[in-house]
């Protein structure tokens, strides 16, 4: 994205107290995620390590703000590194739906023809499956843990961002410049990726962005299922099923990690729609003027 | 300007959503802190019945619902129901029931068909006695090849044919022929002779506890052979039978006759009036206030369950989060029975995989294992930390088999075996996907064996999975889990079933330590063909074999269950309608049912 882009998405949030939220939110849920191995207080707790017999099922203190849980492990600990996980998830899924999806959608765009058609029906095949039930079949088959969750999230993502390149890659294609580059002999290759790519990107930056949240909570979706990360790993949506069977005696073990789905996936969306809004032309006019809204 | 207005209107809805949600969390958390009996949606929950090693996959189970007429009597009043004032017990079961063929069932729906089948004998292990059944008294001789059982002269199938010795031959050479399910159990029988209409003489190819397989909880019933005629099939061997009980059709003789079968969702069971127990004196498995319909409702939740019996919309549960156990002894509304279970769980270990090969890390890991630990983290307390392989309550149970928990003793012995840093390498210790007693056990193995330097990754699997991959392990132990967390619970009571199940050289499909030592098969086959003979002798050597494994630690046995029952306080007996030797059966015949 260009710098003015990232303005207008400053002022867009700077105007608006929810866009704002979104955005502290997001900010937060980065550093947490960066920083988690560093800040949490009970490191060996949060990596599920060691259980402690004589701390089990305590109810949130100052010494454990979430409680602790049926191994005696502190919830606040496992919470925060959580976030570690559901922010390599996020990257982990959109990353490589990007990289499946960009190049196809690129190539199916420019090529068009028959290699295009092909490509492009294989990837509407993909579309569709319902999205989380594909999601779910490919990591009962590959089998659990973080990379596995990954990849079978990935899997039912990319067709999404090849659909977005495709038309755009479709409409950019017949601009007069790319017929220059192609006239002067410029490879196939080059035009693709240094001529028409950087200009495709945008609308699927934002799509991106949008979608770190909904690939958080279908993580935690399939790991609350059974069939994501394994235990002791403290993803957000393995600790809500963990504490599940004691939710009767303990209602902080599901409580705080749900809430921290919650709070995260709401952020994501309100700064995507922040930045959906920067995308919107006539918006962008007003705010390039500089006139108020 | 107009646009100025609508967007303020989304921003303020936005805020608003937003405030909504978290007042309603907020709610949500105070309400369950609050009060204990809190309202639950439905999940998985674990369901020891399900993940199982009984192979029910064997059993032809095509569970067929019946276009059955009656009408759900679900209705939550309890104990009571409209027509006739008859008395309702509605029994909540974790797990689907599977098919209702008396021959072949070898899973879940062994929880009703005791009620409406009856067996030669009834064995309460607790006592290490037998109940009469249909038997009334039975003798072996001949160096226990030879067993007579005189059956009584007033019982009746609810088709209104007398049980007779023609009818247990049938049943049982029908369970034979067929092959599936638990039909092994009747292997050391050669031939059955019909003495006379009340007398019935098996002829067995080896010594063999006939009494205690004529007890099985499985592949043990006996029928009406005139379900062929109703079938229209040739024989009895014709899948039509099959067919036919599957239908939602009995052919017991039991105190309860099925009159609804629909698996996924409530079986129901009316009281046979005719039976010969009610009329019995003294008999141990009647009670004159019975239940006169006896309801299995599919509920597949255990905080479902909970929270149904204390509405008194069920008035037995099957299963209730153990965490809540202590708390619903303290409530007025209900009882808490607690009961051994002859279910165990024991941690496989691949005996050809290096280093686990090497006796000495085996018994390092034994060593290193706090079993107090993960009884009261796993099971709340509601287990027995195991002693050897065979359950306590049962015979054949030693008490001094536990290993102790020793992290010095475990540093010595891995250093001895040249691991004085741990093992470099990390073991795969797999258990079944969504069973948390399996992974509580497994996080605490994990966090204990780190403290002597060995690494374990914990992996949950389905059962199908990580049984054919422990399987592939007599090909290729090296692509074979290390360690493999796995419950047994016996066909019929012997320690046999344990002991050859999972140790002997033989038995390809469970004994998933690849464990072979001659010695010890030897002493097996020899113990179970003593146990009709010379008992004393049987339980010397079947103390041998597990000293053995005590030394030789293909397996290590965690801890044995303690089956915990939730009923309204209404029903009476409920203690005496459990019985380990049938996992989840409530005999509802010996049930008390206040008002």
Request: proline share 8%.
């Amino acid at each position: 994205m260009i710098p003015e882009d990232i303005r207008v998405i400053f002022k867009l949030i700077k105007t608006n107290p929810v866009s704002m939220a979104g955005l502290v939110i997001v900010a937060a849920f980065l550093v947490v995620g960066l920083l988690a191995p560093f800040i949490t207080p009970y490191p060996q707790d949060a990596w599920g390590d060691v259980y402690h017999l004589d701390q089990r099922y305590q109810p949130p203190s100052w010494a454990h703000p979430f409680g602790t849980d049926e191994m005696g492990r502190d919830m606040f600990s496992r919470v925060i590194l959580g976030a570690r996980f559901s922010l390599i998830i996020a990257v982990g899924v959109v990353g490589l739906a990007l990289i499946i999806g960009i190049p196809i959608g690129l190539i199916a765009g420019y090529l068009g023809g028959k290699i295009g058609t092909t490509l492009m029906r294989i990837t509407d095949m993909f579309l569709a499956f319902p999205p989380l039930l594909l999601a779910i079949a490919l990591a009962a088959t590959i089998g659990r843990g973080l990379t596995n969750t990954i990849i079978a999230l990935a899997i039912s993502w990319w067709p999404w961002y090849t659909r977005l390149i495709y038309v755009q890659v479709n409409s950019i294609k017949t601009l007069p410049y790319v017929d220059a580059a192609r006239i002067v002999g410029v490879h196939p290759l080059a035009i693709m990726f240094r001529h028409i790519l950087p200009n495709a990107l945008t609308p699927v930056t934002v799509q991106a962005a949008l979608d770190m949240g909904s690939a958080i909570l279908e993580a935690a979706g399939l790991s609350f299922l059974g069939v994501g990360v394994t235990p002791p790993t403290p993803e957000w949506g393995l600790l809500v099923t963990e504490g599940w069977s004691s939710i009767n005696i303990a209602w902080w073990i599901s409580l705080f990690p749900g809430l921290a789905i919650l709070i995260t996936v709401l952020g994501f969306n309100l700064l995507a729609d922040a930045v959906r809004e920067a995308g919107d032309p006539r918006l962008r006019r007003i705010l390039i003027v500089g006139r108020k809204l | 300007m107009r646009r100025t207005s609508v967007k303020g209107l989304s921003k303020t809805a936005g805020i608003v959503i937003a405030v909504i949600i978290i007042i309603i969390i907020v709610a949500i958390g105070a309400y369950y802190a609050a009060q204990k009996p809190a309202p639950a949606t439905t999940t998985t929950s674990p369901s020891p019945t399900t993940s199982s090693p009984s192979p029910s996959p064997t059993t032809t189970s095509s569970p067929t619902t019946t276009s059955s007429p009656s009408p759900t009597t679900s209705s939550p009043s309890p104990t009571t129901t409209a027509p006739g004032k008859k008395t309702l017990v509605i029994y909540a079961s974790l797990s689907e029931m599977t098919s209702a063929d008396p021959s072949t069932e070898f899973s879940n729906s062994i929880l009703w068909m005791p009620l409406v089948y009856e067996p030669l004998l009834w064995y309460d292990p607790l006592q290490d006695k037998f109940i009469p059944g249909l038997a009334v008294s039975w003798e072996s001789s001949n160096n226990g090849t030879v067993w007579t059982f005189h059956l009584r002269k007033n019982a009746v199938f609810h088709d209104g044919t007398p049980v007779t010795a023609e009818a247990v031959k049938e049943s049982i050479e029908r369970t034979i022929a067929l092959g599936q399910g638990a039909a092994f159990i009747w292997d050391p029988v050669d031939h059955i002779e019909v003495v006379d209409n009340y007398t019935i003489k098996f002829y067995l190819k080896y010594p063999a506890a006939l009494d205690k397989i004529a007890a099985s909880s499985y592949g043990a019933w006996i029928f009406s052979p005139k379900v062929v005629e109703y079938a229209g099939a040739k024989n009895l061997t014709d899948p039509k039978v099959a067919d036919w009980f599957n239908a939602g059709h009995d052919a017991g003789s039991g105190p309860y006759k099925l009159v609804k079968w629909d698996p996924e969702n409530e079986v129901i069971l009316e009281k046979n009036p005719d039976w010969w127990g009610w009329k019995e004196p003294n008999y141990p498995l009647a009670s004159p206030n019975a239940p006169d319909v006896f309801v299995v409702k599919i509920v597949k939740d255990s905080v479902t369950q909970e929270r149904l019996v204390l509405s008194g919309d069920i008035h037995i549960a099957e299963y209730v989060p153990l965490e809540d156990v202590d708390n619903l002894k303290h409530n007025p509304k209900v009882q808490v029975v607690i009961k051994p279970s002859f279910q165990n769980l024991l941690m496989l270990i691949n005996t050809k995989k290096p280093p686990l090969d090497n006796v000495l890390v085996r018994r390092a890991i034994a060593h290193a294992i706090p079993y107090e630990d993960i009884v009261k983290i796993a099971r709340n307390g509601l287990a027995q930390v195991a002693s050897g392989p065979i359950p306590h309550g049962m015979w054949g149970h030693f008490d001094n088999l536990t290993y102790e928990y020793n992290l010095t003793l475990a540093k010595q012995l891995l250093a001895q075996a040249g691991f004085p840093n741990g093992i470099n390498r990390t073991l795969l210790l797999t258990y079944t996907a969504g069973d948390i007693y399996e992974k509580r056990t497994a996080e605490v193995i994990k966090a204990s064996l780190a403290k002597i330097g060995i690494n374990v990754e914990i992996r949950p699997m389905s059962w199908e999975e990580q049984w054919s991959l422990a399987k592939s392990g007599w090909e290729n132990p090296e692509a074979a889990q290390d360690l493999f967390i796995f419950y047994w619970w016996p066909t019929y009571i012997t320690p046999f079933d344990f002991l050859y199940n999972m140790f002997s050289s033989e038995s390809k499909l469970f004994n998933l330590c690849y464990y072979e030592n001659p010695q010890f098969d030897k002493l097996i086959e020899k113990a179970v063909t003593l146990e009709a003979t010379d008992r004393a002798k049987a339980l010397r050597l079947y103390y041998q074999a597990q000293k053995i494994l005590y030394d030789d630690v293909p397996a290590i046995p965690l801890w044995d269950m303690l089956d915990v029952r939730v009923a309204v306080k209404s029903i009476g007996n409920l203690d005496k309608a459990i019985n380990p030797a049938y996992p989840t059966v409530i005999f509802a015949q010996v049930l008390e049912v206040k008002g």
